[in-house]
C-alpha cells in the first residue's frame, strides 16, 4: 500500500513537469545554430548573386565525391556591377551520399557554402536527393536568415566602385598651386 502511494507521488510529480519531447513529425523542436545539416549555397545580398564562384576546390575535397560544379564568365562582373569575374552555372550536391563532414565548408575560400540546418530529406526514389544550385541556394538563404549568419569578410570592390573611389579621391585633392609671381617674371624674361 505504502509503496504504491509512493509511485503514485512519482507519477504525479511527472505529470506537472514541464515536457521536453514534442511529438514529431507533428511539431518540431529549434536545432541549435552549430548544427551541421546538409551543405548549402549562401547568397551575397550585396552583389544579389552566389557567394560560389565555382572554383572546385570543394568538388576536388569532397570525400565521398557527392559534389560537382561549373563555373562561366560573370555577366555581371562585364557590367561592372560585380568583384567576380566567374560565378557558379551549376552545382549539384547527392545528399544521399553526403556524410555531413563539413569539408567542403572548411576548404572554401569564398564564404559560399556552410553546413546548413536542413536534416528533414526522406524521399522515395533514389535520385530525390540529388539537389540542384536553385534548392541549395534556396536552402543558403533560409540558412541566412534563421541565423543571421554573416559573412567573414568584406567583398572586394567592383569596378564601378573601383572607379567611383578614383573620382572621389582625385575630386578631393588640393588644385594644383598657380606659380609665384618671381618664376613668372623669370619665365617670361627667358622667353623674350
Ligand atoms: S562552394 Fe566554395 S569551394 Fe565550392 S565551388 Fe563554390 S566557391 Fe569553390
Ligand atoms: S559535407 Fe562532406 S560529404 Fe557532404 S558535400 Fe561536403 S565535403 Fe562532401
Known amino acids: 500500500m505504502i509503496n504504491s502511494i509512493k509511485a503514485l507521488r512519482v507519477t ?5 513537469r514541464k515536457r521536453v519531447t514534442a511529438e514529431y513529425p507533428k ?8 548544427y551541421m545539416g546538409f ?18 576546390v570543394c568538388v576536388r575535397y569532397c ?13 555581371r562582373f562585364a557590367e561592372g556591377d560585380s568583384h567576380r569575374r566567374k560565378i557558379i552555372q551549376t552545382f549539384e550536391i547527392n545528399l544521399n551520399r553526403c556524410i555531413l563532414c ?5 576548404v572554401c575560400n569564398f564564404d559560399a ?18 539537389v540542384d544550385l536553385g534548392e541549395l541556394l534556396k536552402m543558403g538563404k533560409k540558412y541566412q536568415a534563421d541565423t543571421g549568419w554573416k559573412q567573414s569578410k568584406p567583398n572586394a570592390p567592383s569596378p564601378k566602385e573601383k572607379e567611383a573611389a578614383t573620382q572621389k579621391s582625385e575630386a578631393g585633392k ?8 618671381e618664376g613668372a617674371s623669370r619665365a617670361e624674361g627667358r622667353s623674350g
Open 39 to 56: 551543405p548549402a549555397l549562401l547568397w551575397d545580398f550585396q552583389r544579389d548573386e552566389p557567394f560560389c564562384t565555382g572554383c572546385m
Open 113 to 130: 557554402i556552410e553546413m546548413s540546418h536542413e536534416h528533414e530529406l526522406a524521399g522515395r526514389g533514389r535520385n530525390d536527393q540529388r
Open 174 to 181: 588640393p588644385a594644383p598651386e598657380p606659380p609665384s609671381p
Open 12 to 16: 504525479l510529480r511527472s505529470m506537472a
Open 63 to 75: 570525400p565521398t565525391q557527392c559534389m560537382s560544379a561549373e563555373m562561366h564568365d560573370n555577366p
Open 102 to 106: 563539413g569539408i567542403c565548408v572548411d
Open 27 to 34: 511539431e518540431h523542436l529549434p536545432v541549435d545554430n552549430r
